[in-house]
């Protein structure tokens, strides 16, 4: 996954059959759930989970009513194009198909991400430019905690009725709020003569963009606008699957550079002196 959520809730592996078998002795009514991680790129990580759950059941001896996979199921941005959703569900059901599990047992999940990301984009204005800085009004204590906090890569796009420049440049976002933290460091590629007054869609925001919006230093207000265009890059047939990855003349760069592994200990020394 693109980032774990394994720090605050769940039990170890080898203490879920001590917590199964305490929970079936209290419980009516029983699940057993797991978490593969936000934005699960590997459809066969579910099956794999399953597997550890099932275990952790067979060991508890206990029968369970439910099983919840919860959710990671992910969506397209720039540099990230998983596989068709068809894969995870395929994976998922081979899973559930080899779980020691009766077949009342109830399977759930969880697809937030996968749902609602392609819903929605954000309009922001750019309200100063310094050098590849652009300063706009909203930021990582609005609709943009993720670009913030977990670097995401969200595609943009200038909105301007007049021509802009064919060239493309890379360029950092710094939200309205006086905190120091309020800052997108991307790269999000514009044209290179985007300037103060410019409006930016941010695409694919719909999951944990307007719903992670705050209040700090009064800021917060936004209006909404129903439209019916396709989003920038869609799993469902939509738009293309593909937002493709741009990069600099110094990330190409660094990209060629061969690197060779030197052995270590005593050989490489021999080596070195010859």
């Known amino acids: 996954a693109s ?42 990580a579910y099956q794999a989970a399953m597997s550890q759950a099932s275990r952790a059941i067979r060991q508890a001896g206990v029968i369970v009513d439910i099983v919840d996979v919860g959710g990671g199921f992910p969506s397209v941005y720039p540099g990230m194009m998983p596989p068709p959703m068809a894969d995870y569900v395929d994976s998922i059901h081979r899973g559930f198909d080899e779980m020691s599990v009766p077949e009342t047992t109830e399977l759930w999940c969880e697809p937030g991400r996968a749902l609602v990301a392609e819903a929605s ?24 905690f993720d670009a913030a906090h977990f670097k995401w890569p969200f595609p943009t796009k200038l909105v301007r009725d007049d021509e802009a420049s064919a060239e493309q440049k ?8 006086c905190d120091s933290l309020d800052q997108m460091p991307g790269p999000f590629w514009l044209p290179a003569d985007i ?49 493709p990855t741009k990069r600099t003349v110094e990330d190409e ?9 030197r052995p270590k200990g005593k050989a490489g020394v021999r080596r070195r002196r010859r």
Do not use: W
Not at 9 to 15: C, P
Not at 121 to 144: C, F, I, P, T
Not at 217 to 227: P, R
Not at 253 to 261: E, G, N, T
């Open 253 to 261: 760069d660094a990209r060629k550079v061969v690197r060779f592994s």
């Open 170 to 177: 890379p360029f950092r976002f710094y939200g309205p709020t």
């Open 3 to 44: 980032y774990p959520l394994a720090g605050k809730f769940g039990v170890e592996a080898h203490q879920a059959p001590a917590l199964l078998l305490a929970v079936r002795q209290a419980a009516d009514y029983m699940g057993v759930s797991f978490h593969v991680g936000s934005q699960c790129m590997r459809p066969t």
């Open 195 to 243: 300037q103060e007054g410019d409006f930016i869609e941010i695409g694919m925001l719909g999951a944990y963009g307007v719903a992670m919006t705050t209040r700090f230093n009064g800021y917060g207000d936004l209006d909404v606008a129903m439209v019916e265009d396709a989003p920038m890059a869609s799993m469902y047939g939509l738009a293309p699957r593909v937002i």
């Open 121 to 144: 984009s954000l309009l922001a204005q750019v309200e100063l430019r310094k050098d590849d800085a652009l300063y706009l009004n909203d930021g990582s204590y609005g609709a943009m």
